[in-house]
């Protein structure tokens, strides 16, 4: 893989001098703290807000902490997905169009070295950001409501992360595939678009990448279905890396349409 | 004023300095590259008063990264 | 002289059009070679095939003596607009390239600033790309495509877009570098073919249509001419009815064909002279090399 490490580092500092590294994992941690947090003080804000009549009691349900990491889940699974999209549907068509890619791509480097270091500094970016807002949730949690059974969180956050991984190889493979407004378009319709499709009528399966976040939050509930889980986790990982390759076949096949 | 003694900033404190910090940041990169789409103006108009979902599309349609 | 780069029968047909269609020559070793042709004759998809990033739909491109099967090992390609990441320095990218092209890491540094002061950039190798000037990004790719010190250096268009003072240097540097390598240019701009030139490549809608060194060309095409400008119109007149050739008149010139009336300057002049003719410019004249782009590249299409 000629060329890898030099690739990885002109990735890594690409992601940090347009502070994707910065702003992508604060995204991500003032989402995990603001879940626990406006969960909390909710009944305080409408009571101080609203002008209940006197007297009036609401009863607010009583949130467990186990919940709560449920419900942020809820948020990255819209807002997060959207910023992972949106912040990378470009990094492969966005190099051809800008032509940036054509320097690259006539010195010797293999495509599986292009596509894998931007796999890999992308990956690490927003698996990092999920990691460090479900930690930050984590401790407000543990203050404000329940402290959450360690190995649970893990549990969690680990099943999570593979869903998290398949998302963000599907948005590279479709940018080394299609042109950035496709590959958005594309990205977004296999994430959130199959996810509230799977939600509809997914009840007739058990196995699919997009039932990964439901398995990940039955780590709390103990509704487990194992053999559902492992079966989700070993197609999600082939679909990983059937992605791989082909966005490492695409990216070479259409290294021709990079403006020169 | 005993309503803000009441507010627990120890668990607010950190939210606000991380959102300030997304905010300086967006902020720096605009008048640091004024390349964006659209008048820069505008956008630090966007990332001062739009909090979290103003720093976060300046991030994402607001900064030209040809 | 050894060959370096032979290519046979290159082909790149898209749906309809063929963008190149059957071109076939030799680059030896050393040597400069300018592709010329009008836009749209197909240099930049010749240029592409052989920098590896466009794959031809026929033909071969053979590097001889040369074990490898990756062409973009020893070749250095400058686009006619190269496209920098902003966000990176002049050092670093250079770099960046050397190290892509398998110049190992502390030579790399080295090399890249070498090539940055030869190519007069020494004052701003440490600012970022997107701070650069046109003429400044042309120097850039021109050092991204030498760092690495390769066999074949392929410059689409490398002065058109500069202005004369900045043309004027990147070719006394494109000079200095044909010592050391071999160089296949495109360009439209004839002067500058005319200046660093051992082969002609003339490109019209794909096709090869002429090539050879310069001197070939002209010979080929020469159309060697006479011209006398009078003084006095009616002499022209007169001057027709004293001689038996054929001649062009254009305003107060006229136009004598030497290889098809088989005249040279002395029987010209002794006529003007005998027959005291009042003269404002006698000259002798062969085709310029923008009139034999013009007949070859654009005027039969």
Redesign the interface.
Known sequence: MTGFMTLLQKEWKEQTRNFKVLWIPLVFIILGILEPVSNYYLPEIMKSVGNMPEGAEFLWPEFTGEEIFMSLLGQYQFIGILVIVLAFMGSISGERKTGTATLLYVRPISYRAYFLSKWIVLNGIVLASVWLGFLAAWYYISILFNSVNALEVFGFIATYSLWIMFVVTAVLAFSASFSTGIAATLSLLLTIGFQIVDSLIGEYWTISPWKLPFYATSVFNGNNDAAGLWWSVCITFIAVLVSIFAGVNMSKRNAAKTTV | MSELADVPWNLILPLLVLQFILMIVALIDVIRNKRTNGPYIMWIFIITFGSLIGSIIYFVFGRKND | MSILLEVKNLTKSYSQEKAADNISFALEEHTSTALIGPNGAGK?TTL?ML?????PSNGTIAFHNNKTS?I??I?G?L??????????SAL?FTE??A????VEAKKATLEARKTLEFVGLGDAMKKKT?AFSGGMKQRLGLA?AIVHKPKLLLL?EPVSALDPAGRRQVMNLLKELQAETTILYSTHILNDAEEMTDQLLFLRQGALVEHGSLEDVRTRYAKPRILIEFEKLEDIQRFKALTPWELTVTGRTIAIDIVAEKVEMPAVLAILYKEGFLIRKVERQTASLEEIFMEVAVIQS
Do not use: N
């Not at chain 3, 920098?51 to 794959?55: I, Y």
């Not at chain 3, 190290?99 to 398998?102: K, M, V």
């Open positions: 930049t592409s920098a590896g990033l466009v794959s990756d973009r090992e070749i390609f686009p006619q607009y190269p496209k920098f990441f902003p966000w990176l670093e960046m390239a190290r892509l092209s398998g997107s991204q689409d």
